[in-house]
Nanobody
């Protein structure tokens, strides 16, 4: 079981920046991928950015060139650097982790979410 805790959300003006962090604690054999999702009220959760165990990254078209996902394996932490923020980036951001346990079975975990509000 892995517990994910996000931090770094808040209120920022359009054009500003925020950096989200997601710290993982618990027991697992390996990490397959870490992702950031976001979800607006009444809408489906959408993938924002993913980083695989090999370091390959993937981004939603709406955030390409503005957001950067990275990780610190030693700290079991994944980050989302968000630059040039727009009002439409306002959402609750969730961290997601895909793991292998010690029986090499895949499982996933979600964080509790952190609110990002982009407004003047």
């Amino acid at each position: 079981q892995v517990h994910l805790v996000e931090s770094g959300g808040g209120l920022v003006q359009p054009g500003g920046s925020l950096k989200l962090s997601c710290a993982a604690s618990g027991s697992f054999f390996s990490v397959s991928a870490m992702s950031w999702y976001r979800q607006d009220s009444g809408k489906q959760r959408e993938m924002v950015a993913t980083i695989t165990s090999g370091g390959t990254t993937n981004y939603a078209d709406s955030v390409k060139g503005r957001f950067t996902i990275s990780r610190d394996n030693a700290k079991n932490t994944v980050y989302l650097q968000m630059d040039s923020l727009k009002p439409e980036d306002t959402s609750v951001y969730y961290c997601h982790g895909q793991y292998l346990d010690y029986d090499l079975l895949s499982f996933s975990s979600w964080g509790q979410g952190t609110q990002v509000t982009v407004s003047s």
